[in-house]
């Protein structure tokens, strides 16, 4: 009766200490930069795999609607962490936001302007008088003056159209705009629709191949919980690595969250991806870290050609602090 007495006391102690354990998780909210799909799919696998509980971090993911949005919130103090390209933090930063990035996930720019070429546009510099369609919060809209200085291109010389990021392709194939920016992940899905009418021209082949999506930290959360930030470097920058080498689980994890998506499409869009999270930086220093030298040229990029309202030293919007070193981008 003792034996059995004691065997329910350590059942019952065991549960306490397993409900302990879970209730340690402190939260953690992370705005995305838009709605989700691949390129957020190691986040969504770690989670389901329960790394970031096991971490202490119960981890909330919020859908966003640009990275301008995002950097804002982030910069401000209304998300403790998010997703934001690094050109728009800087513009943020420039205003006054609180950021600091821990990790690049788009080491080359996934920028991208698509046209059908039965329009008469063989390139850039036939944008001239057409209409751009993209969100307002876009990316690409907030950096369009570098692109159409690097062009030749007078940057007041298009109008830009409204778009929601799922209305682009609608918009292009039904001619209400002559061009839509989208991000390269996308392209697989453009080539299918359109074929070889379809036209293409990359950011980074252009001279404007600036450090894309990134994660950011609040710096006040950063300052008042580095251990919980390094934590959840650890997690992610190893999610995205096991993703590297099996996406499988990866896309499960991401349509068992999200629905509406179609699983072959971010199958394409994992392996454009692959190829913007490589550079010498990140096979070589570690996945997920920033090069100084091009996060000043960055800095110097926006500084020139949209404009920085109060100037800061470039290198304190990044860390590679946070990372392991030992894991790196696959060649």
Known sequence: MRARASSVLFTALCALGLAGTASAADPMNLMLNWTPTADHAPIYFAKAKGWYTEAGIDLSIEAGKGSAL?????????????????????????????LKAIMVIYANSPQGFYWLKSSGINGPKDFVGRKIGNPPGDAARLMWPAFAKKTGIDPAGVNFVNLSPQAKVGALKSKSVDIISDFYNEHDLKVREFGPDLGFVAWRTVGVNVYGNSLFVNGAYLKANPERVRKFAAVTQRAYAACVKDFAPCLDALTASVSGLT?????????????????????????????????????????????????????????????????????
């Open 70 to 98: 995002s950097a804002q919130r982030v910069g401000s103090g209304g998300a403790n962490l998010g997703i934001a390209d690094l050109p728009t933090a800087i513009q943020a930063v420039g205003k006054g936001a609180d």
């Open 263 to 331: 699983p072959d499409n971010q199958r394409d869009q994992w392996e454009r991806i692959k190829q913007l999270m490589r550079d010498d930086t990140t096979t070589g220093v570690a996945l997920g870290a920033f090069d100084g030298a091009r996060v000043k040229t960055d800095y110097e990029l926006v500084k020139e050609m949209i404009g920085i309202e109060k100037a800061f030293e470039p290198a304190t919007l990044f860390t590679n602090e946070y990372l392991d070193k030992s894991v790196r981008m696959s060649n």
